[in-house]
């Protein structure tokens, strides 16, 4: 292992990289996890870093009703983050498809119908501060047994 890497363990031993995805939403729950980056909320204080790259992700944020577009991109995007990951369901419509569920609709919600749920934020939408403490509640999902797997 080299250097550079034995530095990346150690930074990442104790922060939580998250990517988020958009299934089919009218973009609320988006504009609140948006606003955990901001200043009032600042969710890199806690250790908590946004990316676009799924293979540098820990957990994955799952918004929006799921379209039957995004069920096999969904999919794949779960497969590319590496072990130990979770999801987390932010906002009813990936949770029970809210407002989009209705018949007539192209929408297949639940979420977990795809992938593993490990926490839901009901809300429409809901607020920075409950999507903060959901992402902060699956920590020790991530990190149990981190230090045995180190080298």
Request: hydrophobic letters at 40%; proline letters at 10%.
């Amino acid at each position: 292992m080299s250097i550079l890497q034995d530095i990346k363990n150690a930074v990442r031993s104790r922060s939580i990289h998250v990517a988020y995805v958009d299934v089919g939403s009218c973009n609320g729950c988006d504009i609140e996890v948006l606003a955990c980056l901001a200043p009032r909320y600042d969710i890199e204080q806690y250790g908590i870093y946004v990316h676009n790259n799924p293979r540098e992700a820990d957990v994955l944020l799952v918004i929006g009703s799921v379209t039957p577009q995004w069920v096999d991109k969904l999919r794949d995007i779960w497969d590319k983050i590496p072990e130990p990951k979770v999801a987390v369901a932010i906002g009813n419509c990936p949770i029970s498809g809210c407002v989009y569920a209705r018949r007539g609709t192209l929408t297949t919600p639940p979420v977990e119908n795809y992938i593993p749920i490990a926490a839901s934020v009901p809300g429409c939408p809901p607020r920075p501060t409950e999507i903060l403490s959901a992402i902060l509640s699956v920590a020790p999902l991530i990190f149990k047994d981190y230090e045995e797997k180190q080298p």
